[in-house]
């Protein structure tokens, strides 16, 4: 299934995040985390690359048990910094001979140390969005960032680029993690009076330990409001009770989203069955799987 299919309508969808291992040894114990996430009924599943290519040689094989095990769409993650053209290419024909029609199509992150881009290396994403087009019938998803790129000097700049990803054959965009709603809603507003029109997934990352709020920050340079670090302040030192705080603060953040029109949320799991399926109970009459 294209997700086009299903982002394009007015229905609740929720979608949940899995990274592969960066060891075969691991992959079995991976799968099995597929299927547990699978037996939650999310709309879609995502399988990460890796910010600098370490865990994409399983990228397409989880992928596969998403789609052609489990019976979930798929959305596999195709990364270029770290990659070649050669090697774009032949995960593309991997991809078509697992008949994994959604990619999301990425940068990341350039590599410490290294001349980029070289002759064989896309430079932005918008480049690597057309290639992949001009390969394959694809549905193809693209990053966005509610609070601006770090790269980009101001939003408008990043906007303009954003842009130009949706130009290259971009049909839905999925936002970079953020804690405060109102962030994406003045984002949503912009991007459209740059004429973004196409479908907005909001990004969700459940805090479960006071730790992840530094990696957080560091990872996407996201505000984090009073409200969530007093949070933290309050029941970091209790992982029980700061998982228990973590589940409930994502789980208003979607809520809000729902009633103010934003039916598309996606769950940064850090591959937690649990913790998606926690906040998936919490919303059992808001998003009602099949």
Do not use: W
């Amino acid at each position: 299934m294209r997700l086009t299919e299903l982002l394009n309508t007015e229905n609740v969808t929720i979608s949940c995040e899995l990274f592969p291992p960066k060891q075969g040894a691991q992959l079995d114990n991976y799968k099995k985390i597929v299927g547990d996430m699978a037996a939650l009924k999310p709309a879609y599943m995502s399988v990460t690359y890796g910010a600098t290519g370490g865990t994409s040689d399983y990228t397409v094989e989880l992928a596969n048990e998403v789609r052609n095990v489990n019976h979930i769409p798929a959305l596999a993650h195709l990364t270029c910094a770290s990659s070649t053209k050669e090697k774009v290419a032949s995960v593309i024909q991997e991809l078509k001979e697992k008949q994994i029609e959604n990619v999301l199509a990425l940068r990341g992150d350039i590599p410490q140390n290294a001349d980029f881009p070289l002759p064989n290396q896309y430079k932005h994403a918008s480049e690597l969005i057309y290639d992949i087009k001009s390969q394959g019938d694809f549905c193809i998803g693209g990053a966005c960032y509610p609070e601006g790129h770090p790269e980009s000097q101001t939003l408008e700049e990043d906007l303009i680029h954003l842009k130009e990803k949706v130009d290259a054959g971009c049909e839905f965009l999925t936002t970079q993690m953020f804690f405060d709603n109102n962030i994406l809603y003045n984002f949503m507003y912009k991007a459209l009076k740059h004429g973004i029109d196409v479908p907005v997934v909001a990004g969700i990352m459940p805090i479960t330990n006071a730790n992840q709020v530094k990696r957080s920050i560091a990872l996407s340079g996201s505000l984090v409001p009073r409200r969530f670090l007093a949070i933290v302040d309050r029941f970091g030192s209790d992982p029980a009770a700061m998982k228990q705080a973590g589940i409930a603060y994502a789980t208003d953040q979607i809520i809000d989203l729902i009633a103010n029109g934003v039916n598309h949320v996606h769950i940064y799991t850090m591959n937690k069955p649990d913790v998606a399926g926690a906040i998936l109970e919490n919303l059992s009459d808001i998003y009602v799987r099949d």
